[in-house]
Every structure is written in C-alpha cells, then in structure tokens.
C-alpha cells in the first residue's frame, strides 16, 4: 500500500513537473508573443514619431524658405522704388538742365536776332538818309 502510495506521488510529482514544463513552455511561447507585439509597437511608434519630426522639420524648412523669399522679395521691392527714386530724381535734374540750355538758346537767338534786326534798321536809316540827301 505504502509502495503504491509512493508510486502515485511519484506519478504526481512527475505529471506535476511535466505540466509545471508545459506551462513553462506556454508562459515562454506567451512571452515572446507579447515581446514581439511590444517590439512591432515600438518600432510603429519610431517610425511616426520620426515621420513627425521629419513633417515638423519641413514644415520649418518651408516656413524658413517662405520668410526669406518675403525678405528677398521685400528687398527687392525696396531696390526698384529707390532705382525709380533715383531715375526720377535723375529725369529732373535732366531736364531743368534741358530747360536751362534751352532758355540760354532762345536768350543767346533772342539776342542775335535783336543785333541783326538793330543793324537793319541802321542800314535802312542809312539808306534812307541816303536816298533823302539824294532828292
């Protein structure tokens, strides 16, 4: 009876450590899903936060590339009103200066023409005064 006893414990110590394998097998299998879920997460969860970095990251590039097209653009605005500025500054003084010369022209013809017009009416008083002396 005693023998027997012994036997069934020794059947229930294997049986036990037989399950007790068995569900150390389960537990290992269970826990290398759960990893591999975990790492398939993780790495999911890199690859967006990396996507967002790299959206964050161009949004700025963007961001940077449009403030210095408005600076460019800005720049160049500020470069044509003062190239007008000048050109028109320049139109002016162009021509006053036209303006000048033109006048000292008509001066300097006014003039010629008053000394021609004077020698004519000399010359016509002088024929005049001839022909008078003549009759």
């Known amino acids: 009876h005693e023998r ?3 036997r069934e414990i020794s059947e229930l110590i294997t049986k036990h450590e037989e399950e007790m ?5 389960e ?5 290398q899903h759960l990893l591999g879920e975990l790492r398939q997460q ?13 959206l964050q990251s161009q949004t700025l590039h963007s961001l940077e590339l449009e403030a210095l097209r408005l600076s460019l653009n800005n720049m160049h605005t500020s470069q044509l ?3 007008q500025s000048n050109l028109r500054k320049e139109k ?9 010369m033109l006048n000292d022209k008509r001066a300097q013809d006014v ?21 008078k002396e003549e009759l």
């Open 4 to 6: 027997e006893h012994d």
């Open 21 to 25: 394998e068995k569900l150390r097998a």
């Open 27 to 31: 537990l290992n299998k269970e826990q």
């Open 42 to 54: 993780l790495a999911a969860t890199h690859k967006a936060e990396i996507e967002q970095a790299q």
């Open 81 to 83: 009103e003062l190239t």
């Open 92 to 100: 002016e003084t162009a021509l006053v200066e036209l303006r000048e």
């Open 111 to 131: 003039a010629i023409l008053q000394s021609r017009h004077q020698l004519e009416q000399e010359k016509i008083k002088e024929q005049c005064l001839k022909e």
